[in-house]
């Protein structure tokens, strides 16, 4: 495994200005240059419909497919809508999920890290729960424990996007140190 890890980052909102969105550029920003995140856009997938499994396959699924089958990880980062995740979130997770005619499901064997953020003050905790039932159905090795809850999402970030609370801030550090050497562990594991 290489010494610079590469994250494909899917963030749940579609929205501009999105507090989610500027806790996955906060979060890239503090990893660099040991962890690679870019974020993967979602908005343009189709529909997950088994008919469009076939040739041609939808041209946005199998991009987002590749990222996601050439990273060493994946980190979500999920608003929550109604006490679950938002749909395109599930969308894009539907279409991971699904073999292409690249190879097997783009998502399978990848170690996942889960962030969310919310004005509320529950931080995205029911989000985060969905999705790891949903992640933990599909045997996927997500980082265990707390990940990162940021809650009254107003107040943890300075104008310029980057994370002015200290405690969220080093929610994310420790965050990223775990993820770093859980990416690491299952790669080794499932090389040997
Ligand atoms: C349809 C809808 C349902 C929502 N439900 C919840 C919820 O259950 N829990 C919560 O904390 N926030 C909820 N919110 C508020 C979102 O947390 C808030 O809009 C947030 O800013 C969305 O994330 P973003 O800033 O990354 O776009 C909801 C918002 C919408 C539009």
Redesign the pocket.
Do not use: D, H, I, Q
């Given at each position: 495994m290489a010494d610079r890890l590469t994250v494909a980052a899917l963030?749940?909102?579609?929205?501009r200005?999105?507090?989610?969105?500027?806790?996955l550029a906060a979060t890239a920003a503090l990893a660099a240059p040991r962890l690679a995140i870019t974020e993967v856009p979602i908005r343009d997938l189709p529909h997950f419909d088994e008919d469009l499994e076939r040739d041609p396959w939808p041209p946005q699924v199998l991009a987002l497919g590749e990222v996601v089958r050439r990273a060493d990880g994946v980190m979500i980062v999920t608003?929550?809508?109604?006490?679950?995740i938002p749909g395109p979130l599930k969308n894009a997770i539907d279409w991971l999920s699904r073999a292409t005619p690249a190879g097997g499901p783009p998502i399978a064997g990848k170690p996942i890290a889960i962030l969310g953020?919310?004005?509320?003050?529950?931080?995205?905790a029911?989000?985060q729960a969905q999705l790891r039932l949903i992640l933990q159905n599909l045997q996927l090795p997500v980082l265990p424990g707390p990940n990162v809850f940021v809650s009254n999402?107003a107040a943890r970030f300075g104008a310029d996007g980057s994370i002015t609370d200290e405690a969220t801030r080093t929610m994310v550090e420790t965050m990223l140190d775990r993820f770093a050497a859980w990416i690491v562990q299952v790669g080794d594991k499932q090389a040997s």
């Open positions: 963030c749940g909102s579609l929205r200005g999105s507090w989610n969105r500027t806790l608003p929550e809508y109604n006490a679950g953020a919310s004005p509320g003050m529950l931080g995205t029911r989000a999402a």
